[in-house]
């Protein structure tokens, strides 16, 4: 009897169980039986139901439980009136919730669709200021240019006589070169064959080896030499200049091309070609940027600077040079454009030196940030005004050269982190790396004009072998912590 009676007590706490479960997960009163497709009832329905008015003016909502061995037995009385009361308030709040999401979503919808309409007006305004623009853009210049002549004939020099070829077919583009075999490539196979094999030139590209027949006539020039080759105990720019300066007209635009310092005079293009052709009104002009040559060659989307004191003469080079491929911006700070476009080179050898010893991502960029400060430093000592470090000539050409493997300065200096020695990796190039030159003459500039600078300066005392990679790093680390500037 003992063990039928606790069965029953057992058996009774199962049903309250699962009668309190659904009283607390329904809303409705309890049905009057489970559908067919639920498992055996475990109590009874319909539950009784009795309302007992307490003190307050609310009633209370009582469920009174039958057990299922004894329907006639109520075994429990439930009183779900707070259950109810918070489901509907539950209900309530849920329904206020949905109505306040779906006004958001609307607002939101309406916010997104006034942003898509400004800044569809802002394009709009954009292009028409842009047509507006280039339907008073001046084309005399292009027009009235029937000759220009390209002195060199390296990669960069390549790629901007095939770039102004294509400006005009009946423009004459003349490009001055050493080698013969250069020269016959061209003018037969319409190919640079040692630095662009694969690529067709334009048929108004002519080569030739003599200066007279490269210069006469010429409207403009373009000066694609380098400042000077580090092999070499000579100045290239200026001897070769020197040698060319009697066919060279007193009044022909001189836009240079080359970046670079000469080591012991520390002079800049724009005072090496003056001095040169004897000429200190000789018009000159500076073009700069983040540009390599293959991918002038391949039409890709390019911006350059070009600089000049002479504001008729920048808009003029302007007018030569731009095209659908090509943006031209205009500057007066030649100082800026030039220093910048020298000494990235520098920045570019150190920036390989952290690829090549493997030091990181961390390291990579505190680097160049440091050397752009530097570029800074001495570029404003000189004269340069910073927003021309901050623009396309100096922090876009940074950035080109430091970060892409198509750099000949970058590529130098990985294989020195790497461990090579410089005479090898220069003998194994047949291009210019500008920087391994222009090195040398940053720690005399820094001196000129009492400016620190710590990685330049590490650079150049690698390139002489002065200071391993490795010992240049934990100096440079070692520095003194000092406030940002």
């Known amino acids: 009897m003992k063990k039928k009676k606790k069965g029953r007590v057992a058996w009774q706490r199962i049903e309250l169980y699962f009668l309190s479960i659904y009283i607390m997960s329904s809303s409705a009163p309890p049905a009057a039986s489970f559908p067919t497709s639920q498992p055996p009832r475990l109590f009874t329905y319909p539950i009784s139901h009795s309302f007992h008015p307490p003190h307050s003016n609310n009633f209370r909502h009582i469920h009174t439980l039958h057990s299922v061995s004894n329907p006639n037995t109520p075994i429990a009385h439930i009183d779900t009136t707070n259950n109810e009361n918070n489901l509907v ?20 919808r309406r916010g997104n669709k006034e942003q898509r309409r400004v800044v569809k007006i802002a394009w709009e305004k954009l292009v028409r200021w842009s ?55 061209i003018n037969e196979k319409h190919f640079n064959c040692k630095y662009f094999p694969e690529y067709k030139l334009p048929e108004n590209v002519i080569a030739t080896t003599d200066a007279k027949t490269a ?12 400042v000077q080759v580090f092999q070499l105990p000579l100045y290239f720019s200026s001897l070769f200049l020197e040698g060319v300066a009697d066919y060279v007209d007193p009044g022909l ?33 500076v073009l700069s940027g983040p540009s390599f040559a293959s991918e002038l060659m391949n039409k890709l989307p390019t911006a350059m600077v070009v600089a000049s004191k002479d504001k008729k003469l920048a808009n003029e080079v302007q007018q030569l040079l731009a095209s659908k491929n090509l943006r031209i911006s205009t500057s007066s700070d030649v100082t800026g454009v030039e220093i910048a476009g020298a000494l990235k080179n ?36 000189m004269g340069a005004k910073s927003t021309t470090i901050t623009g396309l000539s100096g922090t876009g050409d940074i950035m080109l050269t430091c970060f892409v493997n198509l750099s000949r300065n970058r590529t130098v200096g990985v294989r020195l982190g790497s461990g090579e020695r410089l005479d090898d990796i220069l ?11 222009t090195a040398g003459a940053v720690i005399a500039l820094a001196q000129k004009y009492n400016v620190k600078m710590p990685v330049l300066t590490a650079v150049a005392r690698i390139i002489d072998n002065e200071l391993t990679p490795q010992k240049a790093v934990l100096e440079l680390m070692n520095l003194p912590q000092v406030e940002e500037v």
């Open 253 to 285: 635009p001189f836009i240079s091309l080359s970046k670079g310092l000469e080591l012991n005079t520390f002079r800049v293009m724009s005072q090496i070609i003056p001095q040169a052709l004897k000429n200190p009104r000789q018009p000159y002009i």
């Open 89 to 108: 308030n539950s209900t309530t709040e849920s329904i206020a919730l949905e109505q306040q999401v779906e006004e958001d979503e609307e607002e939101s």
């Open 427 to 437: 003998s194994s190039m047949n291009q210019v790396a500008e920087g391994v030159s």
């Open 131 to 185: 047509r507006s623009l280039r339907s008073k853009a001046k084309t005399d210049v292009l027009e009235r240019t029937k000759k220009v002549v390209v002195l060199g004939g390296g990669s960069f020099g390549t790629a901007m006589a095939a770039h102004v070829a294509g400006r005009k077919v009946q423009l004459e583009v003349n490009m001055l070169v050493r080698d013969p075999k250069i020269c016959q490539s």
């Open 215 to 226: 210069l006469l006539g010429a409207d403009f020039c373009l000066h694609a030499v380098p």
């Open 346 to 381: 520098v920045l570019a050898i150190a920036a390989g030196i952290v690829e090549g010893m493997n030091l990181g991502n961390n390291s990579m960029a505190a680097l160049v940030a440091q050397g752009c400060s530097e570029i800074r430093w001495l570029a404003t000592k």
